[in-house]
């Protein structure tokens, strides 16, 4: 009886099917990066193409004259069109399981699109939320085929894996899908994206190199784009959360005034809104550690923190005019309150949001909680 089940499983085992329709790997191209544009009415996609055969087994390609991914571009009335145009001249499927970040043109934000551009991204069922998304001023054919400096895998660069440059200095924290769709969705119903651009300041021994630079913040409503804020005066949106990991202010210490250099970390925000008569206001609590990287004569630790809390103070402050130059609720704060008065948020909130002016923010409270010298030789040149 034992032989004949043995045989009858031999025989089912046989006639199973298998995995007859999984692509093999090596059958396959893998979309990295995609960047989408509009133009006279129709959409303008661009893909990355990554080849993983280069890199896979290392941080840095094993040839480093081999090109490390390839561009498509393609045109439609829809964002699913363009990319029907691009599969035409595809030799293999594509598959996007692994795409890493998407990067918006100019023209997307302004034409209103976005909304298409999320649309598509969470219908298909390929593509994940922890998707990097970023805006750019740069043409995408240009962008996309930056290489990361000393020729690193695409995998590691500033927008494939923002997350590690971002712990050395947090100018513009990343967003993923995930925290666009929430932000757009959720009061104030306005998200700031990462502006990325080309910077070629860097040279090699075979001439004049690129890299992706961090240029600023891109501002989003559920309307369009609002505008874009670049440089130092972006610099205080890094002072307003919690997410921040490390930031760097510049001031005058000491009796001559030199420049000192000192960064921030540990970064506690806290914010409550305060409602009078129909009028709401917020007290904002900034805490932070300052540790000195630099000092060529003696200052006092009462001095770092002074000049400290004098920087934060003003980078958060510019940073909110730019914010209402372009009627943006930069920091949320109309999150803050429909958060933690929901019954005053409702009374206030016009289209989501409530109406901000310079005087909203009451009072920015900075508090260093400790100077930490740094090296043993920097002790003695901080006094107490």
Request: charged share 30%.
């Amino acid at each position: 009886m034992n032989k004949k089940i043995v045989i009858l499983l031999f025989v089912f085992t046989t006639l199973l099917s298998g995995c007859w329709d999984v692509t093999e790997p090596q059958r396959m191209y893998y979309v990295h990066a995609l960047g989408i544009d509009f133009k006279d009415d129709h959409y303008e996609t661009y893909m990355q193409i990554i080849d993983f055969t280069n890199i896979a087994k290392s941080e840095q390609p094993t040839n480093p004259d081999a090109q490390q991914a390839e561009i498509g571009h393609a045109k439609g009335k829809t964002i699913e069109e363009s990319l029907f145009d691009l599969y035409h001249s595809i030799d293999q499927k594509a598959f996007w399981g692994h795409i890493t970040y998407i990067v918006l043109s100019e023209e997307v934000m302004k034409s209103n699109k976005v909304n298409q551009v999320i649309d598509f991204l969470t219908r298909f069922r390929e593509t994940r939320y922890q998707i990097w998304v970023y805006g750019t001023k740069e043409p995408l054919n240009d962008l996309l085929v930056v290489t990361p400096i000393n020729n690193k895998a695409l995998t590691l660069s500033k927008l494939g894996d923002p997350l590690n440059s971002f712990r050395q200095e947090s100018f513009v924290r990343p967003i993923n899908l995930r925290e666009l769709v929430i932000g757009l969705n959720e009061p104030s119903h306005e998200v700031y994206l990462p502006l990325v651009s080309i910077d070629k300041g860097w040279v090699s021994s075979k001439g004049e190199s690129e890299s992706i630079e961090l240029k600023g913040i891109a501002l989003l409503s559920k309307e369009g784009f609002k505008g874009a804020i670049t440089q130092d005066k972006a610099n205080g949106i890094k002072w307003m959360t919690n997410k921040t990991i490390r930031g760097e202010v510049t001031g005058q210490m000491g009796e001559n005034n030199t420049f000192v250099t000192v960064t921030l970390d540990h970064i506690k925000v806290e914010i409550k809104p305060v409602v009078k008569n129909d009028n709401v206001q917020f007290d904002i609590d900034i805490k932070m550690e300052a540790n000195v990287l630099g000092i060529t004569e003696k200052i006092t630790t009462t001095e770092i923190r002074q000049e400290v809390k004098k920087q934060v103070k003003k980078e958060v402050r510019e940073t909110y005019k730019e914010g209402l130059a372009l009627n943006t609720d930069i920091f949320r704060l109309s999150e803050q309150l429909y958060r933690k008065d929901v019954k005053n948020w409702k009374k206030l909130e016009k289209n989501g949001k409530i109406e901000l002016t310079e005087d909203s923010i009451r009072n920015i409270n900075v508090t260093v909680v400790k100077v930490n010298p740094g090296r043993e030789s920097f002790i003695e040149t901080i006094e107490k």
